[in-house]
């Protein structure tokens, strides 16, 4: 196999509900993830034995490290040890499309997409359920950007449980000028909230059932936001504008500070966007669909 290209979806979460610490400090999370269709591009290339070689381009690319410490890197390695795989050496390209530090859970698609296309690449045949484990290793949000669609989230967020959907979501995702480090959200948050039950509404489960997207955007939740927004309290404003062009709900989107805005229609999420692209607070306005599937070869 020359090269393998792989296609991998960002995320927001529908609800993310935050609990006690576990001993390692991580939180107890009880959320909704949804695959949207804001895609990185990932290309694996065969290498030299012991060389892994990575490269960035697009959005936020000089503020990446390539390095061992990516986890794009480190995905490849943690593959190839796991399943002895003699004289591994690959050379990935990465096009970034999803927001660097912008809560879309762009370095855990990176990762994704690494183990999707190093187990091509080095024709392990492993199943998407196979690799489920080593994801949970590289990070929390890792195991949902390999299965995609619409999932719940327990344990640290790696424990998932597919949810029936109907319907397309219209997502206007509003880009802020600087990111957000997860680890400093999350420090915000135990600095000045109780930690909270992480049980999702099953109002939001029967809305997403039933293809409701009005009432889906009426659950939206996060109990990492009132962190978010006192890190960078023009997201305040920036939902105003969202809602007041015709949102139907609003949600930052992880850790922040992407704020997601749900539409039912292609046209209202044009019409948001166009609101939300002349403010000055906002950087970019990207338009997405939700669900899509995880990381997949192209
Ligand atoms: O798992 P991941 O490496 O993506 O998490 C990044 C950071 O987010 C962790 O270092 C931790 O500070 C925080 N986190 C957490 N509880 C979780 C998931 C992430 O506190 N369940």
């Not at 183990?115 to 091509?120: P, T, Y």
């Not at 890792?142 to 999932?151: E, Y």
């Not at 105003?240 to 992880?254: K, T, Y």
Request: proline fraction near 5%; include cysteine; glycine fraction near 12%.
């Amino acid at each position: 196999m020359a090269e393998v290209v792989v296609k991998v979806p960002s995320k927001v979460n529908l609800a993310l509900l935050v609990g006690e610490t576990d001993p390692e400090g991580y939180h107890r999370l009880g959320t909704v993830f949804q695959a949207v269709s804001l895609h990185d591009e990932v290309r694996a290339r065969s290498a030299e034995p012991g060389c892994f070689r990575l490269t960035f381009r697009g959005e936020g690319a000089s503020f990446l490290p390539v390095d061992g410490t990516n986890l794009v890197t480190r995905a490849a390695r943690l593959l190839a040890e796991t399943h002895r795989v003699r004289d591994a050496g690959v050379d990935f390209l990465v096009h970034k499309h999803i927001p660097v530090a912008g809560g879309m859970a762009g370095g855990s698609a990176d990762a994704a997409a690494a183990l999707v296309a190093c187990n091509e690449l080095w024709g392990l045949g492993l199943r998407t359920d196979d690799l489920h484990p080593l994801a949970a290793q590289l990070g929390s949000d890792v195991p949902f950007l390999l299965h995609g669609g619409t999932a719940i989230g327990a344990g640290r967020g790696e424990q998932l449980r597919p949810l029936r959907t109907t319907g397309t979501h219209h997502w206007v995702l509003a880009l802020s000028h600087s990111g957000l480090s997860t680890p400093a959200v999350f420090k915000e948050f135990d600095r000045t909230t109780s930690p909270r039950p992480t049980q999702v509404a099953p109002e939001l489960l029967t809305a997403l059932e039933q293809g409701d997207v009005a009432g889906v955007a009426q659950l939206l939740t996060n109990d990492l936001a009132a962190a978010a927004l006192s890190l960078q309290p023009d997201l305040a404003e920036v939902i105003r504008i969202g809602m007041g062009a015709g949102a139907l709900g609003s949600v930052v989107s992880g850790s922040g500070p992407t704020i997601a805005f749900l539409c039912d229609s292609e046209a209202l999420s044009l019409q948001v966007g166009e609101a939300l692209r002349v403010s000055s607070r906002v950087r970019a306005v990207r338009r997405a669909v939700g669900p899509v599937p995880g990381a997949r070869i192209e």
